[in-house]
């Protein structure tokens, strides 16, 4: 009995709805097969999408991309599809709501994984929301790609950078990603190195107002000329040049940066020796021999 009135429930609700053609409806997908997808509309005929009005995407895959349970939004293009059933396009729904859609993305700066369909001339082409979105050689790596060839069919993590409804353009960017994922690595590199510690590094190059020091791990810091040596100079080139090997001293490491210092490693290196020569003065037998032969030889007995 309670499942009866339930279904009389359904069929009242159902009779009261109206739905025409060009109507955004949402149904659950209760059958897939590689021509069609079949949708409970909660209504007296089920709904029906036929493969090639699901995606522009030529990667998609209805076997692949659609299950059982899953909820759709399409458009209603006719109210009988010849066998009594709502005839669908979901293809038609997206393009009136993407274009929104994307511009919330740019907007948010969201990342998005999408798969490349083509490779074309300058790019490659990957689909986000059913739009055909390219994404020119120079965003797809952090160096210019030639060869594009191995990108096909390649998952990527991309943020949209342009959309433009009215010339239909999307541009897309793996490049913006991978640019935050190499500062997030360096920056952490950069955090694990404790200030006042003595490393080794070469000369990178000179510039007017110090020397960049390359260091491990591909990192590399700023000598400030008045951190090069003692004396003063005018220009770092006067006691340094590229490729020279130097120890340095880590001043601190602020906002990313490594602040390196040349003389503080010296200073560090002579006050060293000279706890070291110390050190081999007091702890010596001779040494010690002889302070204690001239103390019993200033004591009388």
């Known amino acids: 009995m309670e499942e009866s009135m339930k279904d009389y429930e359904r069929e009242l609700e159902a009779s009261f709805r109206k739905i025409s053609e060009g109507d955004l409806i949402s149904g659950t997908v209760i ?24 995606s522009n995407d030529p990667s998609f895959s209805l076997m692949t991309d659609v299950a059982v349970g ?3 939004e399409a ?23 993407a274009w929104d859609v994307l511009k919330t993305y740019l907007e948010e700066k969201k990342e998005l ?29 952090l160096q210019y790609v030639e060869d594009l060839a191995p990108f096909q069919g390649r998952q990527l993590n991309v943020r949209v950078i342009t959309v433009d409804p ?22 952490h590199k950069v955090a694990m190195i404790v ?40 220009k770092p080139s006067e006691v ?20 390196l210092s040349i003389k503080a490693a010296e200073e560090n290196a002579q006050a060293e020796e000279i706890e070291d020569t110390d050190a081999k003065q007091y702890s010596s037998g001779e040494s010690l021999g002889t302070s204690l032969g001239d103390l019993f030889a200033k004591l009388k007995l």
């Open 31 to 54: 059958d897939v097969n590689e021509e069609e997808v079949t949708l409970d509309l909660k209504y007296y005929a089920q709904g029906i999408i036929k493969a090639e009005d699901m």
């Open 70 to 72: 899953d909820e759709i």
């Open 75 to 97: 458009e209603v293009i006719s109210m009988d599809d010849g066998h009594g059933n709502i005839l669908l396009s979901k293809k038609e729904a997206q393009q009136d709501t």
């Open 113 to 141: 994984t999408v798969k490349v369909s083509e490779v074309v001339n300058a790019g490659v082409v990957a689909y986000v929301e059913g739009i055909r979105g390219f994404i020119p050689a120079s965003q797809l790596s």
């Open 166 to 187: 009215e010339k239909q353009k999307l541009v897309l960017s793996a490049k913006e990603i991978l640019r935050e994922q190499e500062k997030e690595a360096h920056d």
């Open 195 to 234: 200030p006042g510690t003595i490393l080794n590094g070469t000369v990178e190059s000179l510039q007017p107002y110090g020397a960049f020091v390359a260091l491990q791990d591909g990192l590399s810091g700023l000598v400030h000329i008045s951190q090069i040596c003692e004396k003063r100079i005018k």
């Open 240 to 259: 340094l040049k590229a490729g020279d090997k130097v120890k340095v001293k880590v001043l601190n490491t602020n906002d990313g940066r490594i602040s």
